[in-house]
């Protein structure tokens, strides 16, 4: 009983730490932008991290519990109690010493981490899904490479289809809403097909009527705005309403993918605790979801303020149709990565759809030299995070 | 402290940075017929050099960013050499400006004929007509960045640059009209002076050939 209270609280704290330091990253391109202030942020962080969080979040967060390491070759419930600990307690120290340097550091690579060193020290090589480690691996390569290809399309649409034309604003007014339809029919599909386990018939035809609803209403609402200034500003006017939705697409996806960092080791911990079976098909607690969520939401509504403001005060040279593309392609990469159960950095596929919008011409300079921060956080806090893990569990046994 | 996310951005854009920096050519221009004015109704003209040169070093310290942003930014559609290269011209025109209200103030010419003084003083509003150009040029290539290089804005700096060209194709015609009329005085006119007169007229000239440049390089660098 009280190693569950103990989990319930490290994992709350792990959620809590997330949203006040994370989520400003993944909300940092729309403040920047200036679509959203650091307060509205704030708001739309509490409530679409928490419902991305429970909507959401059981794929991946069965990746952290489950999938990394082969718990019926343990076959120690003990064992695995005190290893789902560890890596929980071992990702904290990690992410607590990298914001003390000031390193940009990911809790998704943390808690993968600690669950690879509590694996390796309670059975060896043999213990570790190496499959799904791969994959996993393979997902935090391809995802900001996914982010900037999709960022790098997004923005050549826009270009094409709204500021080459003769007259940008009427486009704009146009496309803006099939770009806002295309994002809740990703939304609606795949929560269709992944969360509720729908076919993909129905899947599609939820999806294909939420867009044309969310169409409908943009389409109204943008066409009544004035068209008597600059052409350009105009665009950017529209697209500094259709950020401010895909500021909670954003919001949405890095609940979704987030909540498992905290929750993963805890959801394990619980199961086994109430039902001592880990060999068959797990599932996830809503409330353990919802717990997760809350943390995140709570550390947004406490934190996250302080946060946003720096972030939203540094980024100044970023327009909403840049801003637009780049929260579109990391959204949808986050939310894609997040049905398949795979746990990725929303930070760096951010980084990685920035860069794409760089490429596409649509942001003068891009430092790419950031990009080897990403690759230094691989290779520093997936072994960190397992060495100390694996410590503590000996430690612990 | 700067976070991860942040430093991806530059603090400030290299475009606005140029239009700023060109802000201070378009002032430093805006004082040549003023200038003029006061030099041929006897008035001293040290004072505006003053002003030119806080132009100057203000202009100074946006080299000095644009510079650091290069530096510390690695990737960028405009090369840096080019950005470089546009600013350093358009420093060269606040330079040309101050060079030419020093020179007006070595050496007073007397009884310069009224028909000189009205050209000359022509001369130099079609060179601030070439340095507002310039400005609106180096504005519209936000413009260009802005639209992602769309075709409309692109043709809009065409314009703009013809226009240049043309001004300063006009300031050169007027500037040899100018010169022949000068040396015209060489029976009258006292030997120092007219050699002084045609330095002014050079001078004018250049200033208007640094913003054809300063254009004809926005030019390249958009296609």
């Known amino acids: ?397 | 402290m700067k976070r991860f996310i942040d430093r991806l951005f530059p603090e400030i854009s290299p475009t606005k940075l140029l239009s700023e920096h060109a802000e201070f050519c378009f002032k430093s221009g805006k004082l040549i017929p003023e200038i003029l004015n006061s030099y041929f109704e006897g008035k001293d003209v040290l004072k505006y050099s003053e002003e030119i040169d806080k132009y100057e070093s203000q202009a100074d310290g946006i080299k000095t960013k644009l510079r650091e942003i290069y530096t510390k930014l690695k990737w960028s559609y405009f090369d840096r050499i080019d950005a470089l290269e546009i600013i350093h011209n358009q420093d060269t025109i606040i330079d040309a400006v101050d060079d030419f209200v020093k020179v007006l103030t070595m050496n007073k010419v007397e009884d310069c004929p009224e028909e000189i003084i009205l050209k000359i003083k022509d001369l130099g509003n079609l060179v601030y007509g070439s340095i507002k150009l310039m400005k609106m040029s180096v504005d519209e290539l936000k413009l260009v960045v802005e639209s992602d290089f769309s075709p409309e804005e692109i043709l809009k700096e065409d314009n703009i640059t013809f226009d240049v060209e043309f001004d300063e194709s006009s300031t050169d015609k007027l500037g040899i009209e100018i010169g022949r009329l000068i040396f015209k005085q060489k029976n009258n006119l006292n030997p120092v002076d007219l050699i002084f007169l045609n330095n002014i007229v050079i001078l004018l000239m250049k200033i208007s050939d640094k913003a054809e440049n300063v254009v004809e390089r926005i030019r390249m660098i958009i296609r």
């Not at chain 1, 403040?31 to 991305?52: C, D, H, N, R, Y």
């Not at chain 1, 059975?123 to 900001?144: A, D, E, Q, R, Y």
């Not at chain 1, 209403?217 to 939705?245: C, G, P, R, T, W």
């Not at chain 1, 943390?295 to 005060?313: D, F, P, Q, R, Y």
Request: hydrophobic share 55%; with cysteine.
């Open chain 1, 1 to 397: 009983m009280i190693l569950i209270i103990l989990a319930f609280i490290v994992g709350f704290g792990m959620a809590f730490s997330i949203g006040a330091n994370d989520v400003a990253n993944s909300m940092s391109t729309a403040v920047g932008a200036k679509a959203i202030t650091p307060k509205q942020a704030v708001l739309i962080a509490s409530i679409l991290e928490f419902s991305g969080a429970v909507l959401f979040g059981t794929h991946v967060t069965k990746t952290i519990a489950k999938g990394i390491v082969n718990l019926e070759l343990i076959n120690n419930s003990n064992y695995i109690l005190i290893g789902a600990f560890s890596a929980l307690i071992a990702s904290i120290i990690w992410v607590l010493l990298a914001t003390y340097w000031g390193m940009p550091v990911s809790t998704t690579h943390s808690i993968v981490g600690g669950m690879v060193g509590f694996g390796l020290a309670a059975g060896g090589f043999n213990v570790i899904n190496w499959i799904v480690l791969l994959k996993i691996v393979l997902t935090w390569v391809i995802s900001p490479l996914i982010g900037g290809a999709l960022a790098f399309v997004i923005f050549k649409f826009i270009s094409w289809s709204i500021l080459h034309r003769k007259h940008p604003a009427k486009a704009a007014k146009l496309v803006a809403p099939i770009l806002l339809g295309l994002t809740f029919y990703i939304i609606g599909t795949l929560f269709v097909i992944k969360t509720l386990k729908e076919n993909m018939g129905l899947g599609n035809l939820i999806g294909i009527i939420t867009a044309f609803i969310v169409f409908v209403l943009s389409f109204i609402f943008l066409h009544k705005m004035s068209s008597d200034k600059n052409e350009y500003s105009i665009v950017e006017k529209v697209f500094k309403n259709a950020q401010i939705v895909t500021s909670c697409y954003v919001s949405f996806s890095h609940g979704a993918n987030d909540v498992a960092n905290a929750v993963g080791p805890l959801a394990l911990i619980y199961i086994i605790l109430t039902t001592q079976n880990f060999s068959s098909e797990i599932t996830i607690p809503t409330y353990i979801l919802a717990l997760g969520g809350l943390g995140i939401s709570l550390g947004v509504a406490t934190l996250g303020h302080k946060v946003m403001k720096t972030v939203g005060e540094d980024i100044t040279e970023l327009n909403n149709s840049r801003g637009f593309s780049i929260d579109f392609a990391a959204a949808t990469t986050v939310l894609l990565a997040s049905t398949f159960g795979m746990p990725i950095s929303t930070t760096h596929t951010v980084v990685g759809a920035v860069s794409g919008v760089g490429f596409a011409r649509g942001i003068e300079v891009v430092n790419v030299g950031i990009l080897k921060n990403i690759i230094i956080s691989w290779f520093v806090t997936v072994p960190f995070a397992a060495i100390v893990s694996a410590i503590l569990f000996l430690i612990l046994t």
